[in-house]
């Protein structure tokens, strides 16, 4: 099940923040579904699940690679080993037919940008060639303590940034004395460069 990445005082620590309830807004309870709306923008952006979860065949791309291993992207960053396995590869269209793939000797390589899941039957015919992939495993973090450090600072500061610019809800560019001072509408670059790490690679 999704759970959020950070907590509401992580939040607002990061922010140097109490978050003490205020009249009429109970400043706790609107932080609290900023950061899931925060969470699961950050699954959008990175395009993989991090909160654990089953998946049952789910359609998956994949690839016959050079020494004619079938190498599947799940679309997350770590995995137990799958429990059913299903592919079909592309020489001239489709195949219709779905063929079970053996799960003995299969290896599974963790990544914060996608996991792979390799199998060791030997497609030499069809090496390079694209497939689909159906697959069913468990996989994402186990807890938000279980989350790579910088996925939760990430969230936290997404999570103030987007409680703040209630009050400045677009691009706001204020004149100072001796500057200029821009408030920016979109995630910044920092914490882009954050989540990029995380961002879900898969072979065209």
Same mark, same amino acid.
């Given at each position: 099940?999704?759970?959020?990445?950070?907590?509401?005082?992580?939040?607002?620590?990061?922010?140097?923040?109490?978050?003490?309830?205020?009249?009429?807004?109970?400043?706790?309870?609107?932080?609290?579904?900023?950061?899931?709306?925060?969470?699961?923008?950050?699954?959008?952006?990175?395009?993989?699940?991090?909160?654990?979860?089953?998946?049952?065949?789910?359609?998956?791309?994949?690839?016959?690679?050079?020494?004619?291993?079938?190498?599947?992207?799940?679309?997350?960053?770590?995995?137990?080993?799958?429990?059913?396995?299903?592919? =079909? *590869?592309?020489?001239?269209?489709?195949?219709?037919?779905? &063929?079970? !793939? $053996?799960?003995? @000797?299969?290896?599974?390589? #963790? %990544?914060?940008?996608?996991?792979?899941?390799?199998?060791?039957? =030997? *497609?030499?015919?069809?090496?390079?060639?694209?497939?689909? &992939?159906? !697959? $069913?495993?468990? @996989?994402?973090?186990?807890? #938000? %303590?279980?989350?790579?450090?910088?996925?939760?600072?990430?969230?936290?500061?997404?999570?103030?940034?987007?409680?703040?610019?209630?009050?400045?809800?677009?691009?706001?560019?204020?004149?100072?004395?001796?500057?200029?001072?821009?408030?920016?509408?979109?995630?910044?670059?920092?914490?882009?460069?954050?989540?990029?790490?995380?961002?879900?690679?898969?072979?065209?």
């Amino acid at each position: 099940m999704a759970f959020d990445y950070c907590t509401v005082s992580q939040a607002f620590e990061y922010g140097n923040s109490a978050g003490t309830a205020t009249d009429p807004v109970n400043e706790a309870a609107v932080m609290a579904r900023i950061v899931t709306a925060v969470s699961r923008a950050i699954d959008g952006y990175c395009e993989q699940a991090f909160s654990l979860e089953t998946y049952d065949l789910q359609h998956l791309r994949g690839v016959i690679d050079v020494d004619g291993a079938l190498v599947a992207y799940p679309p997350v960053p770590t995995l137990q080993p799958p429990t059913a396995a299903l592919m =079909r *590869f592309r020489v001239e269209g489709w195949s219709s037919e779905w &063929v079970p !793939l $053996s799960l003995a @000797g299969i290896e599974v390589f #963790p %990544s914060p940008a996608g996991a792979q899941v390799r199998f060791y039957e =030997r *497609f030499i015919g069809v090496r390079h060639k694209r497939a689909e &992939v159906k !697959l $069913s495993y468990v @996989g994402g973090y186990a807890s #938000p %303590s279980a989350l790579p450090a910088d996925l939760s600072w990430a969230a936290a500061a997404l999570s103030w940034l987007t409680y703040q610019r209630r009050s400045a809800p677009m691009d706001v560019t204020a004149m100072p004395e001796l500057g200029v001072v821009v408030n920016p509408g979109m995630w910044p670059h920092d914490i882009k460069q954050l989540l990029n790490r995380h961002k879900k690679v898969t072979p065209r």
